[in-house]
């Protein structure tokens, strides 16, 4: 499909992109150090704390004024909070924090959805020193408690709904909660604006140092519980220039990021990236639609929009007319991440939105992005872009004794392998020192991404080495889903794969086999699906359970999703050497 030049780039209104020349700025790059990316604190020598970088900072600048968060309610309303404000607010819950036994390194989860206050709790979270774990709000109830567990979380902050109907079911299991802050107030909570109110607009900032944790992010493996990835206040300087170069972010910016900060794209880019620039952010309570979307775009006068390939094969799917009755022309560039982006959206948002998607590629691991197709440089559709400066990356192979070799040839496929060392890296899984250390090979950490480099040294994904699933850009491990249906009485074993979808890209589907004394009907799908929903959530559940007889097993009784997958799909089953027999 050749190349595509994001030609606005060059309006004589538009200043240049931070990232100009790629080559040059990438050739002998070296991270800055947090002081001398952001500020030398007089009062707190040595200390770094993204709270204080992403509002007081500015404060102390003379940019209080600048509105931080425009932040749009369900209803349609927006609440304005200039930097000025932002910093007191989040001074007045670190505040809170201290005056309810929270201390440093204590971790403070949310359950909300996209509110002021869950902006204003991350950064009092950080002021406080303590750590900051956000949980995505259409999680239930086990997924909740098993982060929560596996982080023993001390407060949790999220709403009345949230709780009664998410958290009470598994309180008792959550010996380490001592803390419950309801916004907009209820039962069994602390009211987070009663308790904000009474408080000081200024605080303590604690004396957090770059290498101090800041924030955990749950991500899923192919086996096991939800991995607890670390990453430090330091990380912060790859938020900021990753955030400049990948995503040309500037002060004067109206920046939408329309990921939830439930997981780590709308907490690195969606409140800590465009605070620590200085721009204003724009947050949406309300989920996916096609003409609110436009109509954010135009009333806010968003200049960089940040979404995931999902939305845009639906925004595709509403039509190329609807668009036209909306005026963009404040969008100076739209960016990608999340999943693969199919090259015809790239070609799509050239011809209609009249920007085309610049497609970028990260994990939750790397905290920030490593590779993307950035403004200065000719985009190829299909393809991730190339690497951040200060990134190296390589295409790799795993040998069966665990050492790793280079793939060297142009376009032939390996694992994607990034040297370790950067600042947004994660140090470790929480209370899994050896999983981490499995990531790691020689200093290089490997992505479990398959990918190919082209000659020019662009990325193209091929697709994940493991057996995790994509759905709607959210990352979910099979073990949990399968975890989740064993608990229910009829369900003797269960295996859980992606099947292909053409908006989702990928939905769960769960192949089950039941106890003796159950029926594969109807009523017991549905059952089944309902339970799963419930306990799982609505981001989490299969969409499809087709009952078997039994599951294609290894010999040491794992069930084979890959072997699921290729039958599901149709195609050859591969290595079917460890299957025990089937029965
Ligand atoms: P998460 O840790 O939840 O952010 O998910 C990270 C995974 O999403 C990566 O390891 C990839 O498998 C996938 N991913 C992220 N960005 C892209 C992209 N631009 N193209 C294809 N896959 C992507």
């Known amino acids: 499909m050749g190349t595509v030049t994001d030609r606005r780039m060059n309006d004589n209104n538009r200043s240049a992109p931070n990232l100009a020349d790629y080559e040059s700025v990438r050739q002998g790059f070296v991270w800055p150090t947090p002081e001398e990316a952001f500020s030398r604190r007089a009062d707190a020598p040595g200390c770094f ?12 600048a003379g940019r209080g004024r600048r509105v931080a968060l425009r932040s749009i309610a369900a209803n349609g309303l ?25 201390v440093a390194g204590d971790r403070v989860f949310t359950l909300l959805g996209r509110v002021p206050a869950l902006y204003i709790a991350a950064l009092g979270t950080w002021k406080r020193g303590a750590v900051f774990s956000p949980l995505f709000s259409a999680f239930g109830p086990e997924p909740i408690k098993a982060r929560m567990q596996i982080a023993e979380a001390k407060a949790l902050v999220t709403t009345a709904r949230f709780f009664e109907r998410k958290v009470k079911p598994v309180l008792a299991d959550l010996p380490s909660l001592k803390t419950i802050i309801l916004v907009c107030g209820g039962d069994g909570g602390v009211d987070f604006d009663a308790a904000l109110a009474g408080r000081p607009t200024t605080c303590h900032i604690a004396p957090t140092r770059a290498d101090d944790l800041a924030v955990i992010h749950f991500t899923s493996g192919t086996t096991g ?103 963009l022309s404040r969008l100076r560039l739209i960016a990608s991440v999340g999943e693969p982006l199919n090259p015809q959206a790239v070609i799509w948002g050239r011809d209609v939105l009249k920007r085309p998607i610049h497609d970028n590629w990260w994990q939750t691991e790397t905290g920030g992005i490593m590779i993307s197709n950035f403004l200065s440089m000719p985009i ?16 790799v192979r795993r040998e069966a004794s665990g050492a790793m070799t280079f793939v060297e040839t142009p376009n032939e496929q390996g694992e994607l392998a990034l040297k370790a060392g950067w600042p947004s890296m994660f140090t470790g899984y929480l209370h899994e020192e050896k999983r981490y250390r499995q990531c790691f090979v020689d200093g290089w950490y490997l992505t479990g991404d398959l990918v190919r480099r082209d000659a020019d040294g662009y990325y193209w994904f091929v697709g994940r080495a493991d057996d995790v699933i994509k759905s709607a850009g959210h990352l979910i491990g099979p073990f949990e889903v399968e975890s989740a249906l064993l608990e229910h009485p009829a369900v003797a074993e269960a295996g859980v794969i992606g099947i292909p979808d053409p908006v989702a890209m990928e939905v769960v589907k769960a192949f089950v086999a039941l106890r003796p004394g159950h029926t594969t009907d109807e009523s017991l799908r549905k059952d089944l699906l309902a339970h799963a929903r419930k306990r799982l959530g609505p981001a989490v559940a299969p969409r499809y359970i087709e009952f078997c007889k039994s599951l294609p097993k290894t010999r040491s009784g794992k069930v084979m999703r890959r072997l699921l997958k290729a039958r599901e799909l149709g195609l050859p089953e591969g290595d079917t050497s460890m299957l025990e027999v089937e029965k």
């Open 49 to 60: 704390n993204i709270g204080y970088e992403a509002t007081d900072r500015h404060v102390a």
């Open 78 to 102: 927006a609440t304005t909070l200039t930097y000025a404000r932002l910093a007191e607010d989040s001074a007045r819950f670190a505040n809170v924090l201290a005056d309810l036994g929270i």
């Open 225 to 327: 519980r939800p991995k607890g990835a670390m990453h430090v206040h330091g990380a912060a300087v790859a938020h900021k220039l990753t955030a400049a170069y990948a995503l040309d972010l500037k002060p004067d910016d109206i920046f939408w990021c329309t990921a939830d900060p439930g997981w780590v794209t709308g907490t690195s880019y969606g409140i800590i990236a465009p605070l620590l620039i200085g721009c204003t952010l724009v947050s949406d309570e309300e989920e996916f639609d096609a003409e609110r979307w436009y109509g954010n775009l135009e009333r806010d006068r968003v200049t960089v929009w940040y979404t995931a390939p999902t939305a845009v094969r639906m925004l595709m799917k509403a039509g190329d007319d609807l668009p036209r009755r909306y005026d």
């Open 380 to 395: 190829r559709p299909g393809s991730m872009g190339r690497p951040v400066p200060g990134i190296e990356a390589a295409v």
